[in-house]
Nanobody
């Protein structure tokens, strides 16, 4: 059974930082591209960042470029999202998702497995 478990969310002030983790089990992790998405109340799920199966390619949503960094440790079967210079508009539930294959895609429907999400709240 495939499981993706996010952690690291919480409450942080504007300008602060958080590091999210996504721990995977039940899949050949090194053969999966992983993405981070977020969803704020009343809004559609939005692509935040993605990393290819070997970590050689990354992609970011326009709203987080230069502030967020995605990385992965295949030995630890974990993907990280370092979030710096957080803004109130970054407040959302953050989900990690996995898709087989090497390409980083930004559409929700391309991903096969999803975690339950972790809440990030940025207060001003």
């Amino acid at each position: 059974q495939v499981q993706l478990v996010e952690s690291g969310g919480g409450l942080v002030q504007t300008g602060g930082s958080l590091r999210l983790s996504c721990a995977a089990s039940g899949l050949s992790f090194s053969l999966y591209t992983v993405g981070w998405f977020r969803q704020a109340p009343g809004k559609e799920r939005e692509f935040v960042a993605g990393i290819s199966w070997k970590g050689s390619n990354t992609n970011y949503g326009d709203s987080v470029k230069g502030r967020f960094t995605i990385s992965r440790d295949n030995a630890k079967i974990t993907v990280f999202l370092q979030m710096n210079s957080l803004k109130s508009e970054d407040t959302a539930v953050y989900f990690c998702a996995a898709r087989s294959g090497q390409y980083v895609l930004s559409n929700v429907d391309s991903y096969d497995y999803w975690g339950q999400g972790t809440q990030v709240t940025v207060s001003s």
